[in-house]
């Protein structure tokens, strides 16, 4: 099973501010914009052959921003070859389940949901081969 | 000014109870393990070679884990070439300065801390060259 960790995802509340923001500081770009039904995620990382790590910046359409600790974190993602596979291994080690794999309606991938020891929320992503 | 993200620092409430999940289930390993007086930061990332993002996980010796928004995430962390640079960008951004550049008591390193538009604490490291 690849495993690979795509970043944290925060949630802010105005992602285009936060976008310019860590554009004009950090030099950050925009890898991919995603629109989901009820938020926007964006995801910033290093120019093209930089190193470092993404992280990707989540505004809730009915939210001004993070009001309790569950929701600073929206979660870490990981992408993988199998999720099947890697969902099972986070069960076998204690994790708490949230959503089992299930095929995306909106993109071609398998997702899967689970919480760490601490609560903190872990997308699993499996993306077409 | 070289600027690379080095990951998201969350706090955790049982450090080696992270280190453990986040091996075993998705096969980080230990980069760094940075013991200070009143807490401990563990970096975990790829295996060698490998792609991906680093997280670091954080423990204070006083606390039994997040209890408010401002402390499930302790901070982003930024490694730069120049502190001083990127301290007076991140003000000239309108980022809230926390600490300016100042030269750490225990390792080698020039921190600064701002944070973001939405609050965020964000490091900036400049390490020797």
Do not use: W
């Not at 600790?69 to 979660?75: A, D």
């Not at 870490?76 to 999720?83: A, I």
């Not at 596979?85 to 993109?107: I, K, N, Q, S």
């Amino acid at each position: 099973v690849q495993v690979q960790l795509g970043g944290v995802a925060l949630n802010v509340a105005d992602v285009e501010r936060s976008v310019a923001f860590y554009s004009e500081v950090f030099g950050l770009e925009v890898h991919q914009r995603i629109p989901l039904p009820a938020m926007t995620e964006v995801i910033v990382g290093p120019p093209d052959g930089a190193a470092g790590s993404s992280v990707m910046l989540v505004q809730h359409d009915d939210r001004g921003g993070p009001t309790d600790p569950s929701e600073v974190v929206e979660k870490l993602y990981f992408v993988t070859s199998d999720v099947h596979t890697l969902y099972d291994r986070a069960m076998a080690a204690g994790a708490e389940p949230v959503a089992p794999p299930a095929r995306a309606t909106a993109f071609p991938v398998t997702i899967a949901l689970v919480r760490d020891p601490d609560g903190y929320k872990i997308e699993l992503v499996e993306t077409p081969a």
